[in-house]
Nanobody, 127 residues
Framework: QVQLVESGGGLVQAGGSLRLSCAASGRTFSSYTMGWFRQPPGKEREFVATIGWSGGSTGYAGSVKGRFTISRDNAKNSVYLQMNSLKPEDTAIYYC????????????????????WGQGTQVTVSS
């Protein structure tokens, strides 16, 4: 079992930066692929980024590639999302998620592939 709690959201000017954190509880955190998703107001939840158990493999949605960086610190049971060059269209509730992995497959880019979810943290980018 994994419990996830996001933090670090807030209001920021366009072009600014935020760093989101996700604190996880559970003895097997390092065995999970981790991901970030977001849900803009009135829209469907969408994929943002994913990271494999070792931290060496990452994947991003095209809309955030080059601006956002996902990372993890297994010793601290934490995953992070560094968001730079923020745009108004990045405004959303951001969710941290954990997915069980099997064998050598680590990439998880669909919401249904994740088993545990945090409560979300609001990010608002003003123009």
């Amino acid at each position: 079992q994994v419990q996830l709690v996001e933090s670090g959201g807030g209001l920021v000017q366009a072009g600014g930066s935020l760093r989101l954190s996700c604190a996880a509880s559970g003895r097997t955190f390092s065995s999970y692929t981790m991901g970030w998703f977001r849900q803009p107001p009135g829209k469907e939840r969408e994929f943002v980024a994913t990271i494999g158990w070792s931290g060496g493999s990452t994947g991003y949605a095209g809309s955030v590639k080059g601006r956002f960086t996902i990372s993890r610190d297994n010793a601290k049971n934490s995953v992070y999302l560094q968001m730079n060059s923020l745009k108004p269209e990045d405004t959303a509730i951001y969710y941290c998620a954990a997915a069980r992995t099997y064998g050598s497959s680590w990439y998880r880019g669909q919401a249904y592939e994740y088993d545990y979810w945090g409560q979300g943290t609001q990010v608002t980018v003003s123009s």
